[in-house]
């Protein structure tokens, strides 16, 4: 069964940092590349950043781009997102998900492309 579950998420202090993670089961990891994605109160789901299945490509959104940073570990089938810096307008429901690939440097920013969704993790950040 395909599951992705995230953790990490909570409240934290503008200025601060966390590490979300998200543990993937039930698929062959390294064939798929993987994102984050985020939908804040009352907005749509939009993308944050992603990373090839090689690791060797990544894009951020400008949004987040030199705060937060994608890494994957695929002996632990886990995708990071650390996130520094962060601000009041970062605050959201985080979600990863996965997207084969048979391109080991692709990254896709588009939402409905991938295949498999975590729940999502709740980041709040406080002013």
């Known amino acids: 069964q395909v599951r992705l579950e995230e953790s990490g998420g909570g409240l934290v202090q503008a200025g601060g940092s966390l590490r979300l993670s998200c543990v993937a089961t039930g698929f062959i990891f390294n064939n798929f590349l993987l994102g984050w994605f985020r939908r804040a109160p009352g907005k749509e789901r939009e993308f944050v950043a992603a990373?090839?299945?090689?690791?060797?490509?990544?894009r951020y959104a400008d949004s987040v781009k030199g705060r937060f940073t994608i890494s994957r570990d695929d002996a632990k089938n886990t995708v990071h997102l650390e996130v520094s810096n962060p601000q009041p307008e970062d605050t959201a429901v985080y979600f990863c998900?996965?997207?084969?690939?048979?391109?080991?440097?692709?990254?896709?920013?588009?939402?409905?492309?991938?295949?498999?969704w975590g729940q999502g993790t709740q980041v709040t950040v406080s002013s």
């Open positions: 998900a996965a997207k084969l690939s048979a391109d080991s440097s692709v990254v896709v920013s588009l939402d409905d492309a991938y295949d498999y």
């Open positions: 990373i090839s299945r090689s690791g060797t490509t990544r």
